[in-house]
Nanobody, 126 residues
Framework: QVQLAESGGGSVQAGGSLRLSCGTS????????MGWFRQAPGKEREGVAA????????VYADSVKGRFTISRDNAQNTVYLQMDSLAPQDTAMYYC???????????????????WGQGTQVTVSS
């Protein structure tokens, strides 16, 4: 059974940092690109960042460029999202996900991703 589990969320003040982690079980993360999405109450799920299977390519939403960094450790089957200079508009549930085979994961669209974790809440106060 494939499972993705996020951790590292929490509450921080604006300007602070958090590091999210995503561990996988029943699935070898190195097989596919991985991504982070987020969803705020009343809003659609949006792509935040994604990374290729071996980590050689990364893409980011314009809203997080220069502040967030996605990385992965395939030996540990773990994907990370380092979030710096957090702002209240970053408040959301953050989800880890694996790209579907053959899909254009760099578009950062939910339709190109398959397995999803349960999410971890990030709350940024002003």
């Amino acid at each position: 059974q494939v499972q993705l589990a996020e951790s590292g969320g929490g509450s921080v003040q604006a300007g602070g940092s958090l590091r999210l982690s995503c561990g996988t079980s029943g699935y070898t993360a190195s097989w596919s690109a991985m991504g982070w999405f987020r969803q705020a109450p009343g809003k659609e799920r949006e792509g935040v960042a994604a990374i290729s299977s071996q980590g050689g390519r990364t893409v980011y939403a314009d809203s997080v460029k220069g502040r967030f960094t996605i990385s992965r450790d395939n030996a540990q089957n773990t994907v990370y999202l380092q979030m710096d200079s957090l702002a209240p508009q970053d408040t959301a549930m953050y989800y880890c996900t694996a790209a579907l085979p053959g899909r254009l994961w760099s578009r950062l669209l939910p339709v190109d991703f398959g397995y999803w974790g349960q999410g971890t809440q990030v709350t940024v106060s002003s």
